[in-house]
């Protein structure tokens, strides 16, 4: 079982930065890929990021490619999103999952945090 929490979340103007954490209680968190995902009103849950359980593999879908980057600490049981050059269309709810597998490919998502709010004004 696998407890996760995330903060970082706000307000920020268009071309900000923010750096979102997810923090993990549990047993094993090295042995878990970790990801994030968001999802803004009225649209379905998008896969924004995934890493594999060293840290040594991670995935980020195209429209954040070059603008954010994510990233863990094992020994802190915590996986970072750095946010960079942020748009009014990343505003949403942002997610942090794990999945019981060491690689990101075929990501389960079987644990999720309760969310952290993004909102980007223009």
């Known amino acids: 079982q696998v407890h996760l929490v995330e903060s970082g979340g706000g307000l920020v103007q268009a071309g900000g930065s923010l750096r979102l954490s997810c923090a993990a209680s549990g047993r094993s968190f090295e042995r878990y890929a970790m990801g994030w995902f968001r999802q803004a009103p009225g649209k379905e849950r998008e896969n924004v990021a995934l890493?594999?359980?060293?840290?040594?593999?991670?995935y980020h879908t195209n429209s954040v490619k070059g603008r954010f980057t994510i990233s863990r600490d094992n020994a802190k049981n915590t996986v970072y999103l750095q946010m960079n050059s942020l748009k009014p269309e990343d505003t949403a709810s942002y997610y942090c999952a794990a999945s019981q597998s060491s690689t990101w490919m075929g990501f389960t998502g079987d644990y999720w945090g309760q969310g952290t709010q993004v909102t980007v004004s223009s």
């Open positions: 890493i594999n359980s060293s840290g040594g593999s991670t």
